[in-house]
């Protein structure tokens, strides 16, 4: 199994590299029509996916492990 450290490493190379590509994009290859439908298709949506997933990671797995139709456990306090 892959450890989570691994997987946060893959994460932000995956995350920096479309950035970069984006950042390209931008100021030098705006006008290729390749490139413009590799930004629109692929690049800002892997940026906007894997950035979500490093923020919010914990709360997503915690959602993903979550059995469907079980309701969180909390304990109830009663005034006594």
Request: aromatic share 8%; hydrophobic share 45%; no cysteine.
């Amino acid at each position: 199994m892959v450890s989570q450290a691994h997987v946060r490493t893959v994460l932000r190379g995956i995350h920096i590299a479309a950035g970069i590509f984006l950042v390209g994009y931008v100021y030098k290859f705006h006008s290729d029509a390749n490139t413009t439908g590799v930004a629109q298709k692929v690049v800002i949506p892997a940026i906007a996916v894997s950035g979500l997933w490093l923020w919010q990671q914990g709360r997503l797995v915690r959602w993903i492990r979550r059995v469907p139709g079980q309701t969180s456990q909390q304990p109830t306090h009663t005034a006594k």
